[in-house]
C-alpha cells in the first residue's frame, strides 16, 4: 500500500517534535548543571580543605614516629652514660645527647604546630559542611521544577519514539529507504510539507508548476527540487 499524505505529514510533525524534545532536554541538562554550581564549588573546596587536613595529619604521624625514635635514642645514650670510662668517651657521649634532645625538642614544636594547623582545618572543615548542607538544600528547591519538566519532557520523547516507530513501520519499502538514507546523511527532518509554495525543509520556493500539480493531486508526494526531500501538500498547511 503506498504511503497516505497524512502518515507523512504526521512523520514530519513527530520528526519535528522529537527535535524539540531532544533540545530541551539538553537545554534542561544545562540549566541543571548551572543551577549545581554553587553546591560543585562548595565541593571542591571542601575536598580541597580535607586533602589539607590529611596532610598536615600525615606530617604530624611522621613526625611523632620520629620523636618516638629519638626517645628510645636518648634512654639508650641515657642508659649507657654509667659505662662511661674515658674523658673522650664522655663529651662523645654529652654531645650525641645534647644533638639529640635539641632534635626531639625541635620535633616537638614542630607537631604542636601540626596539632594547631588540624584544629584549625577541622574548624574550616566544619564550616564547609555547613555551606555545603545549605547550598546542597537550596540545589534541591532550585530544580525541583527543572527536575519535574526533565520527567515530562522524557515521558513526551518516550511516546514520541513509540509513534514515531509506529509511524516509520507504516511507510512503504521505497520511502522507508529514502528515510533512513536521509538520515544517515543527517537531513532531519526529510520529510516536508510545502508551506506558502516553498519547500520547509530547505525554505526555497518551488517552481509554480511543481506547486500547482501537488495542490491538484493532494495525495501524490513529490520530491523537493533543490534539497530532495520529500515534500507533501496539505491544504491547511498553505
Ligand atoms: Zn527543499
Known amino acids: 500500500m503506498p504511503t497516505s499524505i497524512e502518515n507523512l505529514a504526521a512523520l514530519d510533525q513527530t520528526d519535528r517534535d522529537l527535535l524539540i524534545s531532544q533540545q530541551t532536554l539538553k537545554n534542561l541538562d544545562k540549566e541543571i548543571a548551572v543551577a549545581r554550581m554553587p553546591l560543585s564549588a562548595c565541593e571542591t573546596s571542601l575536598q580541597e580543605k580535607q586533602t589539607e587536613y590529611d596532610e598536615v595529619s600525615s606530617k604530624e604521624r611522621e613526625a611523632n614516629l ?14 649507657q652514660v654509667p659505662l662511661i670510662r674515658t674523658q673522650k668517651e664522655f663529651v662523645a657521649s654529652k654531645k650525641q645527647l645534647e644533638d639529640a634532645r635539641k632534635r626531639k625538642g625541635m620535633l616537638e614544636e614542630e607537631i604542636v604546630e601540626y596539632m594547631d594547623k588540624q584544629t584549625e582545618y577541622q574548624t574550616q572543615l566544619k564550616e564547609l559542611q555547613t555551606q555545603l548542607a545549605t547550598e546542597s538544600e537550596a540545589f534541591e528547591q532550585n530544580i525541583e521544577n527543572l527536575l519535574k519538566e526533565k520527567e515530562t519532557t522524557t515521558n513526551k520523547l518516550e511516546e514520541l519514539k513509540n509513534n514515531h516507530k509506529e509511524l516509520i513501520s507504516q511507510l512503504d519499502s521505497k520511502i522507508n529507504q529514502f528515510y533512513k538514507r536521509s538520515k544517515e546523511r543527517g537531513i532531519d527532518p526529510a520529510i516536508c510539507s510545502v508551506v506558502n509554495k516553498a519547500c520547509s525543509g530547505c525554505n526555497t520556493v518551488l517552481p509554480p508548476q511543481l506547486v500547482n500539480e501537488m495542490i491538484a493531486k493532494p495525495s501524490q508526494h513529490r520530491n523537493c527540487p533543490f534539497c530532495f526531500r520529500i515534500i507533501y501538500y496539505l491544504p491547511e498547511s498553505e
Open 66 to 79: 620520629k620523636l618516638s625514635e629519638i626517645e628510645a635514642f636518648i634512654e639508650k645514650l641515657e642508659s
